[in-house]
Nanobody, 124 residues
Framework: QVQLVESGGGLVQAGGSLRLSCAAS????????KAWFRQAPGEEREFVAGISWTGGRTDYADSVKGRFTISRDLAKNTVYLQMNSLKPEDTAVYYCAASGLRLVSRTQRDYDYWGQGTQVTVSS
């Protein structure tokens, strides 16, 4: 069982930056593909960014490409989402997820473990 705990959310003005962290409870976290999803009020949860278990491949939603960066620190069992040039439409609860399939996927059902979410609010 893998437990994921997100942190780093908060309130920021448009154009600002935040870095989200997702810490895992097990060392085998390194063998999972990892991703960030988000859910805005009244909307479906959507894929934001993902990284393969080797770290060799990343994928981003078009809406965040060039602004967000996903990365990982194996020694800390942590995955990050660096968010720059934030926009009000980035406001959502952000979730970390891990997949035993190891490949980057945009499909939620491919992910076995989920964090509790962290709120990001971008004011205009």
């Amino acid at each position: 069982q893998v437990q994921l705990v997100e942190s780093g959310g908060g309130l920021v003005q448009a154009g600002g930056s935040l870095r989200l962290s997702c810490a895992a409870s097990v060392r085998t976290f390194s063998t999972y593909a990892k991703a960030w999803f988000r859910q805005a009020p009244g909307e479906e949860r959507e894929f934001v960014a993902g990284i393969s278990w080797t770290g060799g491949r990343t994928d981003y939603a078009d809406s965040v490409k060039g602004r967000f960066t996903i990365s990982r620190d194996l020694a800390k069992n942590t995955v990050y989402l660096q968010m720059n040039s934030l926009k009000p439409e980035d406001t959502a609860v952000y979730y970390c997820a891990a997949s035993g399939l190891r490949l980057v996927s945009r499909t939620q059902r491919d992910y076995d473990y989920w964090g509790q979410g962290t709120q990001v609010t971008v004011s205009s």
